[in-house]
């Protein structure tokens, strides 16, 4: 059995942040606010866009400035 986590999947088109962070989410199994919570932050705080917040979520998502959702 592998140990490898799936890669997170990359913003579409247009995308809100919010949608984008449930899908991270979902990719591993958990709810958005579940995620948000793992990733240190809150899901108001990411609804918020909250610098901090969006921060851990481009960590979390291994997003680069080319591809993120802000």
């Known amino acids: 059995m592998s140990s490898v ?3 997170p999947p990359s913003p579409k088109s247009r995308e ?7 899908r991270l989410a979902a990719s591993k199994g958990v709810s958005a606010r579940e995620y948000a919570s793992d990733m240190g932050a ?3 705080r990411v609804v918020n ?3 901090e917040a969006l921060k ?3 960590y979390w998502g291994k997003l680069s400035p080319s591809n993120s959702t802000k």
Do not use: E, G, H, V
Not at 16 to 22: E, V
């Open 49 to 51: 866009q909250d610098d």
């Open 42 to 44: 809150s899901l108001k």
């Open 16 to 22: 809100t942040t919010i949608s984008y962070l449930s």
């Open 5 to 7: 986590l799936p890669a």
């Open 56 to 58: 851990r979520m481009a």
